[in-house]
């Protein structure tokens, strides 16, 4: 009996992921201003690239992978501490609005993912508030998409930018 490799077995529950995004988006609502993009072009994008390359992993990758340990037990370890701070991120956006949270996750994000690197500070902090506010401000004032400003700014009666 053949062993299933696991970049198939990834590549499906990758293709299984970009139809529930797409299958999720087709409800959202449209209110199409003029010419502008909309609330579902940047999800439909997003599933078409997670598909594209689970099916060019699959394609390319499956045949070179070797059966070796995919994730040893650090590994892993490593891998649920990234999951927790996800869902963190998600729930701290929900109070505390998508700017803080994005630089905030950011910083922690790249914490976790250096490992035992020596990485410079101030870079981390600099890029974390860079990329932070070019998201929140490329899609509240470049696309007019509301991202979420926090419950606990809304209950203090503090207008986020």
């Given at each position: 009996m053949k062993k299933i490799k696991k970049t198939y077995i990834a590549g499906v529950l990758c293709l299984i992921l970009a139809g529930w995004i797409a299958w999720q988006t087709s409800m959202i609502p449209e209110r199409l201003v003029s010419n502008e993009p909309g609330p579902k072009m940047f999800p439909y994008f997003s599933a078409a690239g997670i598909a594209i390359f689970a099916v060019l992993s699959m394609i390319f990758d499956a045949p070179k992978e070797a059966n070796k340990e995919y994730l040893n037990q650090a590994g892993w370890k490593r891998m649920a501490i990234i999951m927790g701070e996800v869902l963190g991120f998600c729930i701290a956006m929900h109070y505390i609005g998508f700017w803080i949270s994005s630089v905030l996750g950011m910083l922690i994000f790249i914490w976790t993912?250096?490992?035992?690197?020596?990485?410079?500070?101030?870079?981390?902090?600099?890029f974390s508030v860079g990329l932070g506010s070019l998201c929140y401000f490329g899609f509240t004032r470049g696309f007019h998409i509301p991202l979420p400003v926090g419950e606990i700014w809304n209950m203090l009666g503090i207008n986020m930018l």
């Open positions: 993912l250096k490992g035992e690197k020596k990485i410079n500070r101030v870079f981390a902090v600099c």
